[in-house]
C-alpha cells in the first residue's frame, strides 16, 4: 500500500525533474501540502516525512487541526489558500503563517489591524483572476497594482507575491501559457519597485507547467493524500 510518505516522494521527484526541463534549481520551489478535508493523522504522517508547510481551505477545519497539532506548531506553516470572509479574518490572522487568497484591499486591512504583535508579520499572496474564467476570486489584473501597492503599504503583514487558479486547460503548453500570464503580471509589480518573490501556482495536475512558467510554490493535495 502507497503511504503518504512514499506519495509525497513521487512529487518532490516531479519538482525536481521538472526544476531539471525549466533549467532552474529545485531549492526555489516550495511545496506546499494541501491537507484539507484530511485529518491531522494525515498532517502527522507528511510531517514525519519530512513536510513543513500544509495549505488548508476551510478555517473551521484548519483551526480544530492546527489545535489538535499544537505540539508541532513550532515546525508547521500553516498556509490559508481558500476564498476568505470577512468575518474569519481575525481567527485566520491570530493562527495561519500566510494567507494566498487576498483579493480586495478590506480583507487585507482586516488581516493587518487583527494579526497580533507578537507573531511575525503574516506572509500574503494577491489572488488574481487571470483568464476572467468561472473561477470569480481574485482581483482582475487591471486592479491588481493598485491593490498591490495598498497591500503593501499596511503594517504586520507582508505582501509576498501571487496566486492563481486558472481554469483547467488541456495540455502542457496552454497550461503553461496561462501561468506565464501570471509571472508576467508578478514582473510588472516589481518593475514597479514592490519587492516580491512568490509566484503560488500550480497544483497535482499542472505543477510542471507551472514550474515551467516560474512558480516558486506548488500546492499539491490529491497527489500527496489520495482523492477526497
Not at 506565464?180 to 516580491?196: H, K, N, P, Q, Y
Amino acid at each position: 500500500m502507497t503511504t503518504i510518505g512514499d506519495q509525497l516522494q513521487q512529487v518532490r521527484a516531479r519538482i525536481h525533474q521538472a526544476c531539471a526541463i525549466a533549467g532552474r534549481d529545485a531549492a526555489q520551489v516550495q511545496l506546499l501540502a494541501v491537507s484539507k478535508t484530511f485529518g491531522p493523522e494525515a498532517v502527522r504522517a507528511a510531517h514525519a516525512a519530512g513536510q513543513r508547510a500544509f495549505g488548508e481551505n476551510y478555517v473551521q477545519e484548519a483551526l480544530d487541526k492546527i489545535a489538535a497539532l499544537q505540539d508541532l506548531r513550532a515546525e508547521l506553516e500553516w498556509h490559508c489558500i481558500g476564498p476568505l470572509q470577512s468575518n474569519k479574518t481575525r481567527p485566520v490572522a491570530e493562527n495561519f503563517d500566510w494567507v494566498h487568497s487576498v483579493d480586495r484591499l478590506k480583507i487585507a486591512e482586516r488581516l493587518s489591524a487583527q494579526r497580533p504583535e507578537g507573531l511575525p508579520p503574516l506572509q500574503l499572496c494577491l489572488q488574481v483572476n487571470v483568464d476572467g474564467g468561472a473561477n470569480k476570486s481574485g482581483v482582475a489584473p487591471a486592479e491588481l497594482p493598485a491593490l498591490a501597492r495598498a497591500v503593501a503599504a499596511l503594517p504586520r503583514v507582508r505582501l509576498r507575491g501571487l496566486m492563481a487558479i486558472p481554469e483547467p486547460a488541456e495540455g502542457f503548453e496552454a497550461q503553461r501559457a496561462l501561468f506565464a500570464r501570471v509571472a508576467g503580471l508578478l514582473d510588472r509589480l516589481r518593475s514597479e519597485g514592490l519587492v516580491l518573490d512568490t509566484l503560488s501556482l500550480g497544483m497535482s495536475a499542472d505543477l510542471e507547467a507551472a514550474i515551467a512558467a516560474g512558480s516558486t510554490m506548488v500546492r499539491v493535495g490529491t497527489a500527496i493524500f489520495g482523492q477526497r
